[in-house]
């Protein structure tokens, strides 16, 4: 657990949480608190249960056996690896999409001018490249204000470039925006460029909870990936 | 200097001819379409046509010839008799398409869009759907006569089948992802329904929506030579009784043209209704 977390709120309380397929258990009795504007980036090899976690904070996994106490906030958006963005809606329909804010329409034009895309509202998903679309997805995110946004390897499917200026920007917007953040990704250098702590996980387990600061933090977290550089 | 230096050496290795500062490849696609090509294979047909029937290679009792064909054309529309025939087979084609396509369409939204409705009327349908729905004309027949109703019925019927089949299949079949991001958007049923499923359904509904005139034809067709005392299929079964070839292509090319141009009215109405789709293939 982070050593502050008593001192301050916190946005994500996980204690216990188990999750099961069948005989195999993928999230075994974990705890984890993540405090209001903090950053986690979650690292795990595939398999290590990072994205069932993810689900379970997401309400994603009804199908699945396990038991736990939960505690999220109560505004969350999910940011998927795919932009999943609805084609038949054009960019802005779909950033305010299930937003009820009388505003809304607002909110969305100016979340689009956040991530750079304006302009833009009318266009249709699909006339907009792959990095275009995540950051559609990001406006789409924000734009309810979350108080926790859940990413599961949001940029997993863009070109190295991209990524890089979707680092920046994510960064950017974290700051302006102060919502907690658990990031599951499986890049290291990922991991420590954004996040304010790192949790690996291993067998459903925590094995490492870290911060980004630490000496030698690129070694330590591939040592506890299984990785021996 | 440098890039010359550079091209010499490779053409020692392998020769690439260079002109006009193409690198030459032999072309293996199909090449350049024709212009007109489409019309290409169709005039050929007309005009072999034409010269077998002017040569007397072709028994006008057998297919009677292109001209022959024109001038009946123009008979049967100055009498009035086309007009009349056209109209009834239409009418009778638009009926039972609304009807059965309107139907298809509400029974499968019930069918996609709850458990119970879906327990409730998928089996039927699909039971339906395995008996060819012209196997049922002795039965409709008995129960409805041979009047109008029967005619319209039976187009109804596989109208809706088709319908339902596509339309069922577009609303379940929206793609899991999308379920999942009204999900945490925090969607209710009725917003994740308009939002989500109808507009995901629409392509299926479209192709619904062509199968099932492609097939009101289809069964009009058969109708109206079974049992009919106007429309294009019994003007045609009449001329079949005295051997009048010339009066049957008139009324092929009827069919023909009025399948033809319902699917093309179709197709403009999908592209646009489903604009958002033209960015995936242009």
């Known amino acids: ?229 | 200097m440098l890039t010359s230096t550079i091209s010499s050496t490779i053409s020692r290795t392998a020769p690439p001819p260079v002109a006009h500062g193409h690198v030459r490849r032999r072309r293996l696609g199909p090449g350049r379409p024709i212009p007109y090509g489409r019309a290409v294979g169709p005039l050929l047909l007309v005009t072999i046509w034409a010269v077998a029937s002017a040569t007397g290679v072709l028994d006008p009792r057998m297919l009677s010839a292109p001209w022959t064909i024109v001038g009946t054309t123009g008979d049967l529309i100055a009498s009035g008799d086309l007009q009349t025939h056209i109209l009834a087979s239409l009418q009778r084609a638009a009926l039972g398409f609304l009807i059965g396509g309107t139907v298809g369409t509400v029974l499968a939204i019930v069918a996609g869009i709850s458990r119970i409705g879906e327990a409730l009327i998928d089996g039927p349908i699909q039971i339906k759907r395995a008996i060819p729905t012209i196997g049922l004309i002795p039965l409709l027949i008995l129960w409805l006569g041979i009047g109008e109703t029967f005619k319209v019925v039976i187009i109804a019927l596989a109208a809706a089948i088709y319908m339902y089949v596509q339309v069922f299949a577009g609303l379940t079949g929206i793609d899991h992802r999308y379920v999942e991001l009204a999900e945490v958007q925090n969607y209710t049923r009725w917003e994740f329904l308009r939002h989500v499923v109808f507009p995901g359904a629409l392509p299926g509904f479209f192709v619904g929506l062509r199968l099932s005139v492609t097939f009101s034809w289809l069964i009009l067709i058969t109708v109206e030579q079974i049992n009919a005392l106007s429309g294009v299929g019994y003007m045609m079964s009449q001329a079949q009784l005295y051997a009048q070839t010339d009066v049957i292509v008139v009324g092929l090319l009827v069919y023909g043209v009025f399948g033809f141009a319902s699917d093309t009215l179709l197709r403009l109405l999908e592209r646009r209704v489903l604009s958002w789709r033209r960015t995936l293939t242009s």
């Open chain 1, 1 to 229: 657990m982070a050593p502050h977390a008593d001192q301050l709120t916190s946005a994500v309380e996980i204690r216990g949480l188990s999750r099961r397929f069948g005989e195999h258990v993928v999230l075994d009795a974990l705890d984890l608190s993540i405090t209001d504007g903090e950053f986690v980036a979650l690292l795990g090899r595939s398999g290590s249960g990072k994205s069932t976690m993810l689900r379970a904070l997401a309400g994603l996994d009804y199908d699945v056996t396990g038991d736990g106490e939960l505690r999220i906030p109560d505004r969350v958006s999910v940011v998927f690896q795919d932009s999943r963005l609805l084609p038949w809606r054009r960019v802005l329909d779909n950033v305010i999409l299930g937003n009820r804010a009388a505003d809304g329409r607002t909110r969305g034009i100016e979340a689009l001018a956040e991530v750079g895309l304006s302009g833009r509202e009318r266009a249709w998903p699909n006339q907009l490249s792959g990095g275009e679309q995540q950051r559609v997805a990001l406006a789409r995110s924000l734009v309810g204000e979350p108080q926790l946004l859940l990413a599961d390897e949001p940029f997993g499917a863009l070109d190295a470039l991209t990524r890089l200026k979707m680092h920046e920007l994510l960064r950017d917007l974290c700051r302006r925006h102060r919502p907690a953040v658990l990031l599951v990704t499986h890049d290291v250098d990922e991991a420590i460029k954004l996040a304010d702590r790192i949790v690996v996980l291993d067998a459903g387990r925590i094995a490492l909870d870290v911060r980004p600061t630490q000496p030698d933090i690129r070694d330590v977290l591939l040592r506890a990936l299984g990785v021996t550089a």
